[in-house]
């Protein structure tokens, strides 16, 4: 198993919808993490972090960490054209912050 | 403020030659790392430099690869004898001082080896 597996995509939604993106780790993979956004041709940029279980909001983005099931969300309220990009998760193993990432899924958001 | 900066921005070179990759980090951010992203793949971790510790090299990919950083500032990250499976966007990030510290990316160099 990967560290850090996501769904590659598209995820095509709607404007004005709910994107749901989600990830699931290793045992190895377990201390924090984050969802940064990249566009084409771009470095990522950092969307949101989460550390503890439940759920962790900002603005149109909630984030849910569910260390039992060992998976994490990005949820994306009132999806907009310009949220289209790649979404990549990372996670750290607790040492040195090392951080891991999935390959990223590609959201589309359509008018 | 400014951000961290890479150069050049874009590289070809001919398989077999040797090149250098510049990351200037945000200033005053003592953690510094180097990824390499793939077509179609997700970040892969290089090289981690925090102050004056020994960097943590457990994802250089061959002995071809190698980084430093001097004065806690400026990284150079090489690489020797470049083959064509060398060829990706090399990221740099840098953070305050590391841990669950928020790291910043820039821009790039995008390497193509021939």
């Known amino acids: 198993q990967k560290e850090v597996e996501q769904n590659s995509g598209p995820l095509s939604v709607p404007e004005g919808a709910i994107a749901s993106l989600n990830c699931t780790y290793s045992d190895r993979v377990s201390q924090s993490f984050f969802w940064y956004r990249q566009y084409s041709g771009k470095s990522p940029e950092l969307i949101m972090s989460?550390?503890?279980?439940g759920d962790k909001e900002d603005g149109r983005f909630t984030a849910q960490l569910n260390k039992a099931s060992q998976y994490v969300s990005l949820l994306i309220r009132d999806s907009q054209p310009s949220d289209s990009a790649t979404y990549l998760c990372a996670g750290d193993t607790g040492t040195a912050s090392k951080l891991t990432f999935g390959t990223g899924t590609r959201l589309q958001v359509t008018l | 403020g400014a951000g961290v900066s890479q150069s050049p921005s874009n590289k070809v070179t001919e398989k077999g030659k040797d090149v250098e990759l510049r990351c200037d980090p945000i200033s005053g951010h003592t953690a510094l790392y180097w990824y390499r992203q793939s077509l179609g793949q997700g970040l892969e971790f290089l090289i981690y430099f925090q102050g004056n510790s020994a960097p943590d090299k457990s994802g250089l990919p061959s002995d071809r690869f190698s980084a430093e950083r001097t004065g806690g500032s400026v990284s150079t990250l090489t690489i020797q004898r470049t083959q064509q499976e060398d060829s990706a966007v090399y990221l740099c990030a840098s953070s305050q001082r590391g841990g669950r510290e928020t790291q910043y990316f820039g821009p790039g160099t995008r390497l193509l080896v021939l």
């Open positions: 989460i550390y503890s279980n």
